[in-house]
């Protein structure tokens, strides 16, 4: 019953999800995990796979009208080349059986697969053009990402796409001296996080914040930190 009564609510929430969906402009002010946006795209009967910028340019597709769901965010993504050399560009790239084969044969193995630090490189470039990312930096980087301890390296180094936001706000908010008050600063700055993100708000820190949460902080600290 209690699995029942969960996917129930699930559900419900779905729902109520849906119903925001008519406002598309409030719905992209609000943040969302790529695990919410994957399940509205399910309920529309959309595909669920791609980054959250790709999820995004789906819905936002879908949700005016568009015939067409481009899976890119500019027109340098929406362009991919079916020739590849080691000097094409990774923004018209895409991970098909084409470059599956080609690099199967650059490496002369059977069955190549793709890794997901090759996947994290392709999203880089994609979102910057101007660093000029090109088929042989994918390759470079798979040769160089072959061991877990090198793989682990590279992943530190690479910032996860649910958790850009926080941790640019995690750090503006350090970098306040006015936080200095809160005994226990990253659990208070949890806390204004999950107010922030579920507002139509910039999805980054202020004072101003700060002052308009003050009293409810001090609560949070007194009761829930501290009982």
């Known amino acids: 019953m209690a699995a029942l009564d969960g996917y129930c609510q699930h559900n419900d929430w779905l729902m109520e999800r849906q119903k925001d969906l008519d406002d598309v402009k409030t719905f992209f002010q609000h943040y969302h995990y790529k695990t919410e946006l994957v399940d509205i795209c399910r309920q529309r009967h959309l595909p669920t796979h791609g980054t959250k910028a790709e999820l995004c340019a789906r819905l ?9 769901c481009k899976t890119g965010s500019s027109p340098q993504q929406q362009h991919v080349t079916t020739k590849i050399t080691l000097e094409t560009p990774l923004t018209a790239f ?15 193995v059977q069955h190549f697969h ?3 630090t090759m996947a994290i490189l392709r999203r880089q470039a994609r979102s910057n053009p101007s660093l000029g ?12 990402t072959q061991s877990k301890s090198s793989r ?22 350090f970098k306040d001296p006015s936080t200095k008050q809160y005994q226990q ?13 579920r ?7 202020s004072p101003e914040l700060l002052i308009a949460h003050h009293q409810d902080l001090v609560a949070f600290e007194h009761h829930g930190l501290r009982g």
């Open 60 to 68: 936002l597709a879908s949700m005016t009208g568009q015939s067409e």
């Open 94 to 108: 895409a991970f098909t059986e084409t470059a599956r084969s080609f690099f199967a044969a650059y490496f002369d």
């Open 114 to 116: 793709f890794t997901k």
């Open 133 to 144: 990312l090109t088929v042989a930096d994918l390759i470079e980087v798979y040769k160089n």
């Open 152 to 173: 682990d390296a590279f992943l530190a180094r690479t910032t996860d796409e649910q958790s850009y936001e926080w941790n640019h706000f995690v750090h503006d908010f």
């Open 185 to 197: 600063r990253l659990k208070v700055a949890a806390v204004l996080w999950q107010i922030v993100k």
């Open 199 to 205: 507002s139509a708000k910039p999805k980054c820190y």
